[in-house]
Nanobody, 125 residues
């Protein structure tokens, strides 16, 4: 029933922008904490950005000032606007959800129980 599907990834030159989208179904996004994570080959999955039930957002230090997370609850969509992309941003990006009703979840991957299939982002120098 719970399903998350990412889209919007692709290849872009350093300094460019991409916007990832995640379509959520099976739950009300406004009742959940939603997040974006990424995983590069040979590396652990890391948190990128999250938006809590109350709307508070959290960003990894590596993307602060460059990425923005937002959601359109009416359309059950989660977005990640990625600006000023760097080669180090290259990774598979995943959206995730937690709906335990917590006010704060943060950016730890293990705290999110539902995941999308991922969307590849490749940034060239």
């Amino acid at each position: 029933q719970v399903n998350l599907v990412e889209s919007g990834g692709g290849s872009v030159q350093a300094g460019g922008s991409l916007r990832l989208s995640c379509v959520a179904s099976g739950f009300i996004t406004s009742s959940a904490c939603m997040g974006w994570f990424r995983q590069a080959p040979g590396k652990d999955r890391e948190g990128v950005a999250a938006i809590e039930r109350g709307g508070v957002t959290t960003f990894a230090d590596s993307v602060k000032g460059r990425f923005t997370i937002s959601q359109d609850n009416a359309k059950s969509l989660l977005y990640l606007q990625m600006n000023s992309l760097k080669p180090e941003d290259t990774a598979m990006y995943y959206c995730a959800a937690d709906f335990r009703g917590l006010e704060w979840v943060g950016l730890e991957p293990g705290r999110f129980g539902y995941w999308g299939q991922g969307s590849q982002v490749t940034v060239s120098s």
